[in-house]
């Protein structure tokens, strides 16, 4: 539930746009990482990584602010750390080509995403 004072104070709203970004940034890793995959040859995937951890970390510190002086709901910043966190162990996962650990990994952060996205908009 999302208090008044975090509707009011622009916190939510913030919070929906880093969370329609971040989910947006990890679509296209699903997308680049199938392309890979298929043998397409694409650096979008390297570089997409960088995106999805500084968009993580911006949903995590605007969850944090939805929640503390937002008196909203605590577990969409819990939520948001451990995605912030399994998109480092994923991310590391890859480059090092553990492939069987990274995908999973990848599919966890992109239904994690999407529960706070759905989340966010269902008002």
């Known amino acids: 539930m999302v208090s008044q004072v975090a ?3 622009g ?3 913030a919070f929906r746009v880093v969370a329609t970004l971040n989910t947006l940034s990890v679509l296209v890793q ?3 990482a199938g ?3 298929s043998g397409v040859s694409t650096g979008l995937h390297g570089t997409g990584a960088s995106a999805v951890h500084v968009l993580g970390l911006a949903q995590l510190v605007v969850a944090v602010l939805l929640w503390r002086p937002g ?3 605590g577990w969409p ?3 948001s750390l451990a995605a912030l966190l399994l998109g480092f162990v994923q991310s590391a996962m890859g480059g090092t080509g553990v492939l ?3 995908v999973p990994l990848g ?3 992109f239904g994690l995403s999407v529960w706070l996205l759905v989340w966010a908009w269902r008002r």
Do not use: D, F, K
């Open 107 to 109: 599919m966890s952060l």
């Open 30 to 32: 699903a997308v680049t």
């Open 7 to 9: 509707s009011r104070s």
């Open 35 to 37: 392309q890979l995959m």
């Open 100 to 102: 069987s650990v990274h």
């Open 71 to 73: 008196r909203g709901a």
């Open 11 to 13: 916190y939510l709203t």
């Open 77 to 79: 910043a819990l939520v």
